[in-house]
C-alpha cells in the first residue's frame, strides 16, 4: 500500500527565505507525485505533478519540486517566502495501478511565513 | 485545468437524515472521485465514481452509507445518508484529466447536529 509522509506540521519561515516543505513517499512502484495547497476556507488548487518526465518539475507561484528516487522524497522549494504563501500544503502520491487509483493524502505541512 | 463545481457549498443537516452532493465537472476529466476532508485533517479518498456502474470504495467506506451515482461522463452524485455528528467534514469531488493532473472542487461543508 502506498502512503505518504509529510516531515512537520508547521514550518515557519521569515518572508525572503528560502521554502522547503518535505514529502517522503512509500509505494511499489514509481509514483506519480503531487503538490497541492489549501488557502483558508478554499478549495485544493494543484502546484505541480510528477509523472516521470523530469524529475525537477516546477510549478505555479515560483514553487518546484524534485523527484529523488533513491530518497523517496518528493520535496516542495521555493527560493523566496511570500506572505501570500502562507497556506496548508499537501503531498499526494498516485501508484499507476491501471491509472485508475485517487491520490493518497500526507497530514499536511502549514507554512507560516513571519514578516 | 479542468473546471470543478458542486454544489451545495455549505448544509447544516440533522441527524438521522441523508445529503446529496452534486459535482458537475467539464469535458477534460476522464475520472471522477470523492473525497472527505475531516475538520482540521488531510484528505481520505471514499470512492471512485465508475460511469454507469457501481463506485469502487475504499477500506472503511460502504455504500450503504456512501451511495455514489455517475449516471455520465460529467456528473456523479454522493449521498451522506443516516447522518450523525461524525459525519460533519468537507465533501470534495475531485475530476482527472488524461495527463494525470488531478482537481477538485470547491467542496461541500456539512455540519451534522
Known amino acids: 500500500a502506498q502512503s505518504v509522509t509529510q516531515l512537520g506540521s508547521h514550518v515557519s519561515v521569515s518572508e525572503g527565505a528560502l521554502v522547503l516543505l518535505r514529502c517522503n513517499y512509500s509505494?511499489?512502484?514509481?509514483?506519480?507525485l503531487f503538490w497541492y495547497v489549501q488557502y483558508p476556507n478554499q478549495g485544493l488548487q494543484l502546484l505541480l505533478k510528477y509523472t516521470s518526465a523530469a524529475t525537477l518539475v516546477k510549478g505555479i507561484n515560483g514553487f518546484e519540486a524534485e523527484f529523488k528516487k533513491s530518497e523517496t522524497s518528493f520535496h516542495l522549494t521555493k527560493p523566496s517566502a511570500h506572505m501570500s504563501d502562507a497556506a496548508e500544503y499537501f503531498c499526494a502520491v498516485s501508484d499507476r495501478r491501471g491509472g485508475a487509483d485517487g491520490l493518497t493524502f500526507g497530514k499536511g505541512t502549514h507554512l507560516i511565513i513571519q514578516p | 485545468s479542468a473546471v470543478i463545481s458542486q454544489k451545495p457549498s455549505r448544509d447544516i443537516c440533522q441527524r438521522g437524515t441523508s445529503l446529496t452532493i452534486q459535482c458537475q465537472v467539464d469535458?477534460?476529466?476522464?475520472?471522477m472521485f470523492w473525497y472527505r476532508q475531516q475538520p482540521g485533517q488531510s484528505l481520505t479518498l471514499i470512492a471512485t465514481a465508475n460511469q454507469g456502474s457501481e463506485a469502487t470504495y475504499e477500506s472503511g467506506f460502504v455504500i450503504d452509507k456512501f451511495p455514489i451515482s455517475r449516471p455520465n461522463l460529467t456528473f456523479s452524485t454522493l449521498t451522506v445518508s443516516n447522518m450523525s455528528p461524525e459525519d460533519s467534514s468537507i465533501y470534495l469531488c475531485?475530476?482527472?484529466?488524461?495527463?494525470?493532473?488531478?482537481?477538485f472542487g470547491p467542496g461541500t461543508r456539512l455540519t451534522v447536529t
Open positions: 469535458s477534460q476529466v476522464t475520472m
Open positions: 509505494s511499489s512502484v514509481p509514483p506519480y
Open positions: 475531485s475530476g482527472r484529466t488524461v495527463t494525470y493532473e488531478q482537481y
